[in-house]
């Protein structure tokens, strides 16, 4: 329904920042949501940051005051500004996204990103 590409991985090191972007393109629905997953090696997805249509954004606990969630004014690009990054930030990074309220339930979502690395050494 809505096909969504991830940018903005790569490495940096401990303390540095990345700015990761989704750009959604296709017809979504009024009431949306837009998150952030991540999945570090060897461990189960989880969920960092969401925004929704009406603009609520919530976070992870481990990225509160780090981690950044925006969208541009035509909401067809939602922005994980990534500050302070650590070793367990280190993860493939995905957007996804749902034509429902948002949840920490990656299986929620029916709309996923090719995903982009992010390395912090």
């Known amino acids: 329904h809505v096909q969504l590409v991830e940018s903005g991985g790569g490495q940096v090191q401990t303390g540095g920042s990345l700015r990761l972007s989704c750009v959604r393109s296709?017809?979504?629905?009024?009431?949306?949501?837009v998150g952030w997953f991540r999945q570090r090696p060897g461990k189960a997805r989880e969920g960092v940051a969401s925004i929704d249509s009406d603009g609520t954004i919530s976070y992870a606990n481990s990225v509160k005051g780090r981690f950044t969630i925006s969208q541009n004014n035509g909401k067809n690009t939602v922005y994980l500004q990534m500050n302070s990054l650590k070793t367990v930030d280190t993860a493939m990074y995905y957007c996804?996204?749902?034509?429902?309220?948002?949840?920490?339930?990656?299986?929620?979502?029916?709309?996923w990103g090719q995903g982009t690395q992010v390395t912090v050494s």
């Open positions: 296709g017809a979504i629905s009024n009431n949306y949501c």
């Open positions: 996804a996204a749902r034509a429902d309220w948002c949840s920490r339930n990656g299986a929620d979502f029916g709309s």
